[in-house]
């Protein structure tokens, strides 16, 4: 990433972008970190309680992180692509050890690693849609059920807004009411991050498509061998 960008043609002009041509300009491309940062954290409390299935889905979800990072590192390197932002001037000028602390913990910003980008949140988007089924909602049922004074224990109910549909295995197969949330808020960012110049609207479509093909494929795998089992 920091080889990347350093040798990114920042005197090249930014390529033709429909994105870019069709939202406003928004100057504050920090929201993009803070956006990314807010959905990790999302991931991790929604998960960190149920105690069943944590584990699994944490290990899986940083493992497919790790090699999304891996591709796009390889990726940025080989190619090097003119900055869509104006006037962006990196921060990362340390040592690379050093300036990937600054940039985890959004001190300093780079400019020059442009490829694909936003594939994190994408897989935060399906790491809620895969393995969530409503038990979200279940402290909310609990306190309705406080409220009215009924001590029942709260179970999955039947698909509909608040539950999906479950498939053979036990994995959600409809749309629900977290579905259309989470992917709402996914978009969302997809349009902030190209209103914002950090990043072309095809580093945004190209890292939607590849997060989900390879999301697609290790859990695809991993179903057809507890199959055969």
């Not at 299935?53 to 790790?66: E, G, P």
């Not at 969530?132 to 049922?141: A, Q």
């Not at 992917?183 to 498509?209: E, K, N």
Request: hydrophobic share 45%; aromatic share 20%; with cysteine.
């Amino acid at each position: 990433m920091f080889l990347a960008d350093r040798n990114s043609p920042y005197w090249i002009p930014s390529l033709p972008d429909i994105g870019h041509r069709s939202l406003p300009y928004w100057t504050y491309f920090s929201i993009n970190n803070y956006y990314l940062l807010t959905a990790f954290i999302l991931v991790l409390i929604r998960y960190i309680f149920q105690r069943d299935i944590r584990l699994i889905v944490f290990r899986r979800w940083l493992f497919l992180q790790a090699v999304m990072f891996i591709i796009r590192s390889i990726s940025i390197y080989v190619t090097s692509l003119s900055v869509p932002l104006p006037g962006c001037n990196t921060t990362a000028i340390g040592s690379p050890p050093v300036e990937a602390f600054y940039i985890m913990f959004l001190i300093h910003t780079t400019c020059g690693d442009v490829l694909f980008f936003w594939t994190y949140i994408t897989l935060c988007a399906l790491a809620w849609t895969t393995y969530s089924k409503g038990e979200e909602y279940y402290p909310i049922r609990w306190l309705w059920n406080q409220f009215k004074g009924k001590k029942q224990e709260i179970i999955q109910g039947r698909p509909g807004w608040l539950y999906p549909q479950l498939d053979s295995i036990g994995d959600p197969l409809s749309f629900y009411l977290t579905t259309y949330l989470v992917w709402i808020f996914t978009i969302i960012g997809y349009l902030f991050i190209i209103a914002t110049r950090f990043h072309y609207t095809v580093d945004v479509f190209l890292g939607f498509l590849l997060s989900h093909l390879i999301w697609q494929t290790y859990h695809y795998y991993i179903k057809t061998l507890a199959e055969r089992r």
